[in-house]
């Protein structure tokens, strides 16, 4: 059979062109599997923190409240409003020239501590017990009038829902006498076993008793008819009154009397545990400086109005 050079040139051209797919092939299945690669994901921007300029004061953490000190409990008596004879008649064995001219005095209602301020109160809101008979039912002693003026700011500071004082001197005499007219609350007679004090020197007919030469707590005798105890001896108790020799000019409606008088020396009431009988009497009365306190025979109680 005789090859033309046409067709055996269209030969070769088909068998090179078989090669070099076979080969290319061959070359594809050597390849590697490895995966093509890809960029890496984009960091998210750093946030910024953008501050007001309205105002150069920069903001401060938010700190939890103080949580407010508790008040101590105090147990209240509502005493209420009346009209009384204050002071004491001419005729009353042991009156001082202080306690006249007796006069009309109206009261409005208020409430009065049915205990003299115990040691263990006056440590909570203090800090300290300047007594020198240590006992938590204890009266505080050693008190001067502007300790008792500090201790009821600080009370009122604790907000439980009263603003407290020191009661006027009309206020303290009507809430002892409790509708009495007689020396004491309890008649014209005192007894050791009523009340604490010099018991061998008792008043009226009462026959001497017990000296205890200290004060005895609280609540120890019976209360008068408001229900206040110890309105006669064991400690005396500050009133918010000056002073006065007198009571020409004192005022008729219960208040404070704060003008006149011995300007330094504050009223103070009830007798206390070293004291004579007739010192305790409901009218009897005395003046000392604000800063006196020497003596453990001093203490306090309050009185107090709910707050609106």
């Known amino acids: 059979m005789k090859i033309t050079s046409r067709a055996f040139a269209l030969c070769l ?29 984009k960091k998210p921007p750093k946030r910024t ?6 105002s150069s004061t920069p903001r401060s953490t938010p700190q939890p409240a103080k949580p407010r000190q508790s008040a101590p409990q105090i147990d209240m008596v509502l005493i209420p409003a009346g009209t009384f004879t204050m002071g004491s008649p001419d005729s009353e064995e042991g009156r001082g020239s202080d306690e006249g001219p007796q006069h009309q005095v109206t009261v409005k209602s208020f409430l009065m501590g049915k205990y003299e301020v115990t040691q263990e109160q006056y440590k909570k809101v203090m800090g300290t017990n300047p007594s020198d008979f240590k006992g938590k039912n204890l009266p505080v002693e050693r ?12 009370l009122n500071s604790r907000g439980d829902g009263y603003t407290y004082r020191l009661p006027t001197e009309a206020e303290w005499e ?4 409790a509708g009495t007219t007689t020396a004491f609350a309890f008649g014209d007679s005192l007894s050791p076993g009523q009340a604490n004090f010099d018991g061998n020197h008792p008043y009226g007919w009462a026959a001497k008793g017990i000296n205890r030469q200290k004060t005895i707590p609280v609540g120890s005798f019976q209360p008068n008819a408001f229900g206040l105890y110890d309105m006669h001896g064991n400690v005396a108790e500050w009133c918010q009154d000056w002073y006065h020799g007198n009571y020409n000019g004192a005022p008729t409606d219960g208040s404070a009397w704060e003008s006149g008088g011995e300007q330094g020396f504050r009223v103070l009431r009830s007798g206390a545990w070293d ?6 009497r409901s009218a009897a009365r005395n003046g000392l400086g604000t800063d006196y306190r020497i003596h453990n025979t001093i203490g306090v109680r309050v009185v107090a109005v709910a707050r609106t």
């Open 174 to 177: 009507y809430a002892c006498r």
């Open 49 to 54: 923190t953008t501050r007001s300029t309205s």
């Open 13 to 41: 051209i088909l068998i090179v062109l078989g090669w070099t797919l076979a080969f290319s092939q061959v070359g594809a299945d050597k390849r590697p599997t490895t995966p093509p690669k890809t960029s890496p994901p």
């Open 143 to 154: 008190v001067s009038w502007n300790d008792a003026q500090e201790f009821i700011r600080r």
């Open 275 to 280: 004291d004579y009988s007739d010192l305790l």
